[in-house]
């Protein structure tokens, strides 16, 4: 099946910092997210970027399907970023959805 | 309230007993997924519904039971509870996103707030 992974899987950055997460995938997709999990444990989307560019304040991602993989940017950090972000995408022709191991950030004040 | 809830959020329970995990959301999103998340193994699908009477397995089934008789309701049933169910279970819903290529995909999805379920 799809394989995902993620890189790094810990990162540690001051406040203020500029940041960019990485997810690979194996084969083709037609959907990928970008989940921030919170530190009480909330899942929280912030990107359905099966492609192309999108931006949200200061987060933004990139989905470059072809090559497969996808970005997530975090610029300017602050202490509320810290947690872990997953990228999800569906199995190839099928419904299932499986997802990265994440990236844990830590935002140190 | 509108949006993806489930209960309990937080569970104890022995060996051998069973537990159900409800899940309620208000979007009528056709389809709706039961997650766990542990450490080291990120979050794992257990099950998924594309619509109401419509289950399948996911990638991890065994020792779990599922059903959509009604949209909005999806509960997660553990059978006979085991030491190895102690995870956190995440409820999500997404609705049909449409049709292309023969590969039916879907928007993106939401979750619910997790239940905490403890088996001793």
């Known amino acids: 099946g799809i394989q995902v992974e993620q890189s790094p899987p810990d990162l540690i950055l001051q406040e203020g910092a500029n940041s960019t997460l990485r997810c690979n995938f194996s084969?083709?997709?037609?959907?990928l997210q970008w989940f921030h999990q919170n530190p009480w444990g909330q899942l929280i989307n912030l990107f359905y970027?099966?492609?192309g560019t999108k931006q949200n304040g200061r987060l933004s991602a990139t989905t470059v399907a072809t090559e497969r993989y996808s970005l997530l940017y975090i610029s300017s950090s602050q202490t509320t970023d810290s947690g872990v972000y997953f990228c999800a995408v569906p199995m190839n022709r099928d419904d299932k959805i499986i997802f990265g191991k994440g990236t844990r950030l830590h935002i140190l004040p | 309230d509108a949006g993806i809830t489930q209960s309990p959020r937080y569970k104890i329970t022995e060996t051998g007993r069973q537990v159900t995990l409800m899940c309620h959301q208000t979007w009528s999103h056709s389809y709706m997924f039961w997650y766990r998340q542990d450490l080291g193994h990120g979050l794992r699908l257990i099950y998924y519904s594309a619509a109401a009477d419509i289950t399948d397995k996911g990638e991890v089934p065994d020792g779990y039971v599922v059903s959509r008789s009604k949209t909005e309701n999806f509960p997660l049933t553990l059978e006979s509870a085991t030491r190895s169910q102690t995870s956190v279970y995440f409820c999500?819903?997404?609705?049909?996103?449409?049709?292309?290529?023969?590969?039916?995909?879907?928007?993106?999805?939401?979750f619910g707030p997790g239940t905490r379920l403890t088996v001793l």
């Open positions: 970027i099966p492609s």
């Open positions: 999500a819903s997404s609705a049909l996103g449409g049709q292309g290529a023969s590969i039916l995909f879907y928007n993106e999805q939401f």
């Open positions: 084969d083709s997709v037609n959907n």
